[in-house]
């Protein structure tokens, strides 16, 4: 409730600010290239939250496309594509890579992972 803090929010003095960071190893990037040049398809799981998750990627070179899209985004978007056992949308799944969450997985039926491993990455 935005009114109604259930904490102290005056007569408080700021101490400082903390990050921390944990980059990935050296040898991530080049692992990930000869996999895929063996035409490994790779994936990435984290519980880091999604914006993290898409940096981290296009740091490593998981993710190389522009467009990032987000599953539910998509079946929100396409109320029928949820029933619809016809996944064939492979053109459009070209050139975008796609982020799947674990709330994501949670609900996740065969014919989503049919759609969802049409995406190159």
């Not at 796609?98 to 992972?113: A, M, R, S, V, Y």
Request: proline content about 3%.
């Amino acid at each position: 409730d935005i009114d109604n803090f259930n904490f102290p929010i005056s007569e408080m003095i700021l101490l400082g600010i903390i990050a921390i960071s944990d980059p990935p190893r050296k040898e991530v990037s080049s692992a990930l290239q000869k996999c895929r040049s063996a035409k490994v398809r790779v994936m990435m799981v984290t519980g880091d939250h999604h914006t993290t998750a898409i940096a981290i990627g296009r740091q490593i070179g998981i993710i190389t496309h522009d467009r990032v899209d987000r599953f539910w985004n998509y079946i929100a978007s396409n109320p029928s594509s949820q029933t619809n056992r016809n996944f064939n949308y492979r053109d459009q799944c070209l050139h975008r890579s796609l982020l799947i969450t674990g709330d994501d997985l949670i609900n996740f039926n065969d014919d989503h992972w049919n759609w969802a491993l049409k995406y190159e990455e």
